[in-house]
């Protein structure tokens, strides 16, 4: 099975300007969480999508959203663009089910650059 | 300012020898913890877990264990090898009401001494 995908890879980006970054799940996973992960602030949870609908959700300003696709993919919008925005942007996906607690599967960021 | 960066503690261990990393966490309802390893320029890459009913679960030269007691968590590493030399993260959660919000440590570096 291919893992989970991100794209892009990297992005550079300025300060006011807003971005999405995309992710596809391994096939067959239907949970998909972001984190964001800075040297400063370590890995963040952002949010989790799961049948399309937000179940949890981190401490994050609401320039930070994200939604779900019918076929799981996901994406995630950061509007009006930080410089402390500058991160490693992780997707993870994990297996069918409601109560949690299933392992997630990390795919290889996106790197993002505000200058 | 300036940010600064989390000072990430080191564990230098020869190659062979096993390597123990350690990990406390403060939520007493956590109920699954899992391992990562993170190479440069990667995410984070699944090693193991384990659930709150279990104090200790073994995979391929790696073993996990878990005391309630004083919330800690371990990974050992057997005979550890080169490839083994990355960031290690233990990551806890205990979401009421379902979901997967994983809480992570702030990870410890791993570097294998040829």
């Known amino acids: 099975k291919a893992g989970v995908t991100q794209t892009p890879r990297y992005l550079i980006k300025t300060r006011g300007q807003q971005v999405t970054l995309s992710c596809s799940p391994i096939?067959?996973?239907?949970?998909v969480s972001w984190y964001q992960q800075t040297p400063g602030q370590g890995l963040q949870f952002l949010f989790e999508?799961?049948?399309?609908?937000?179940?949890n959700k981190g401490n994050f300003p609401g320039r930070f959203s994200g939604r779900q696709f019918s076929n799981s993919r996901s994406e995630m919008n950061v509007s009006t663009l930080e410089l402390g925005d500058s991160a490693l942007y992780l997707c993870?996906?994990?297996?069918?089910?409601?109560?949690?607690?299933?392992?997630?599967?990390f795919g290889p960021g996106t790197r993002l650059l505000v200058l | 300012g300036e940010s600064v960066g989390l000072h990430l503690p080191t564990l230098s261990v020869q190659e062979g020898d096993n390597s123990i990393i350690n990990c406390a966490y403060s939520?007493?309802?956590?109920?699954?913890f899992i391992w990562y390893k993170q190479e440069s320029g990667k995410g984070p890459q699944f090693i193991i877990d384990?659930?709150?009913?279990?104090d200790k679960r073994q995979g391929q030269r790696v073993t996990v264990l878990l005391n309630k007691t004083v919330k800690h968590l371990s990974l050992q590493i057997a005979a550890t090898q080169p490839g083994d030399s990355a960031v290690y993260f233990c990551?806890?959660?205990?979401?009421?009401?379902?979901?997967?919000?994983?809480?992570f440590g702030t990870g410890t570096q791993l570097k294998v001494e040829l």
């Open positions: 999508y799961f049948s399309e609908t937000q179940r």
């Open positions: 990551a806890e959660t205990g979401a009421t009401g379902g979901g997967n919000k994983l809480t």
């Open positions: 993870a996906s994990s297996l069918p089910g409601t109560g949690g607690r299933e392992t997630q599967y």
């Open positions: 384990i659930r709150s009913n279990m």
């Open positions: 096939s067959g996973h239907r949970s």
């Open positions: 939520n007493s309802a956590s109920d699954y």
